[in-house]
RNA sequence: UCCUCAAUAGCUCAGUUGGUUAGAGCAUCUGACUGUUAAUCAGAGGGUCUCAGGUUCAAGUCCUGAUUGAGGAGCCA
């Protein structure tokens, strides 16, 4: 029986002086062949273990080395020393399983975080890295709790798809031809998909929104929250090919109300993480401003993480049209100044650094941006009334939150079978084999709208960690899927 | 995929103009110490200078290529 321990989270916030207790957890560091620091990952906060002279001979004391798992037994005392207000003073202490110092990579000092991707199997014995899947774990869980509390049904959307319509970029095969040449071929050459395994041509999901929207048109409002996958060769600090995604789509929504919903999500998902992961966000908060202290000047940002997380929650996102946003950029001084790399005007895809200018340098807070010209967005956003000829626009939103660029990307769907029609035609989307979304614009077409949010993106805003690799458990990312 | 930069002890890094035996802090090991806070003090061990070529009397240092990593760009969430 080992469930019979109590966790260090559990001592640390109620009254047990006085108590006898059992702990289990692992060490941290072990200080003056006396004090223990024990971690057992409830908390970032370690319990400190005291052994009184006598109790352990030589031997066991040297196997409480840095990593070594114990069970101990004891009695909570208000502590004598400074650094914490109780500790552990042990009667029993039993070694669960020995580290061998001399080869245990994790030492109690700074390390890099590059040296500890590289060890991702053992990063979560560190605070950084407790304290961020600590709240990855709340912010997983206060996603369900927002939905859940709205009525949202939670939608499964498939996993291995063989639509290849979505055009959300590079898919990875799903198949179990060989690889090795010997596949059957067609008279031209081509793959013969018929003798694979679904008799087609198969991907990893790139997005789950069209299998949404039949949900959605059935349901009013659902949501997916999954893995989605992408081969594009991208290597920055905020693309992965394996990240989880959350899509929720809405019967009877506009634009105005996606962009809502997609607000409260946010500031929901924050006020929560605020509320529950206080230690951990602290921790956090106090790392940023040791990193921030290293920068010059003018790099460093105006506030702390904690400060900005409130400042989020307690503002109204600025909300602009594309085309208001070109006339900004245009106006702007560093414009003038031909400080943009690549120019403006109306009808370009905005780059980096010119949502960078409206989010970091003019706004500075997340920014809405809608109504974008219809011919660099997808297919399925819906095409707006009244455009000027050659200006046509559509009914689409981007969120863009300072330090992460796109946090949030989504749309008024096209709900005229028509328009939506003539759109795929143009986009070269091929409108038979896409007749089972159609059908949702065929029978009780309804207006409706969506949109994604990357998560990893979302925890990385929290958390302030500033590479995407260091949000997810085990980052899959080109040339590199250890663990 | 493109651009820039980097790779030296377990970790973080120094290593001058190409020159003799490659250094430091932390970690580890040995010893001391029983109210420590990334404990402290004394001593010791620890190196295929990423890999493959090349230039040179001589390469950690210069050149070419590869690999890996970081930052930026594109793609996007």
Redesign the pocket.
Known sequence: MFNNRTKIKTLLQGNFVGKEVTVMGWV????????I?LNDGSTNNNL?V?????LLNDETL?RI??GASLKVKGEI?A??????SI?L?AITIEILGDS???K??L??????L??L??IAHMRFRTNTFGAVFRIRHSLAFAVHKFFNEKGFVYLHTPIITASDAE????MFKVTTLPIDGTAPKNEDGTINFTEDFFGKATNLTV?GQLEGELGAMAFSDIYTFGP?F?A??????????E?W?IEPEMAFYDIEDNMNLAEEFIQYLISYVIENNKEDLEFLDARLAEEEKQKPQNERQELGLIEKLKFVTDNKFERITYTEAIQILLDSPHYKKKKF??DVSWGI?M???H??YLVEKHFKKPVIVTGYPAAIK?FYMRLNNNCEAGKETVAAM?ILAPGI?????GSQREERYDVLVKKMEQFNIPVKEMSWYLDTRRFGTVPHAGF??????MVQFVTGM????DVIPFAR????CEF
């Open positions: 941290r560091t072990f200080r003056n062949n006396q004090f620091a400190q005291v052994i009184a002279l006598g040297k080395t840095t005392v502590s004598l020393g400074k650094g914490q500790e003073k061998d110092a001399e245990y990579p030492q109690p000092k700074k390390h890099s590059e040296f991707r590289e055009g959300a970029g590079e997005s989605t992408r594009e060769n991208s290597n920055t600090t905020r693309h992965l090919a990240f995604m790399k690549y895809d780059q980096s650094e949502e960078r997808a981007d660029g796109e946090i949030v990307g994604g949010l990357g998560f990893e993106r500033t590479n995407i690799r990312t080109p040339k590199n």
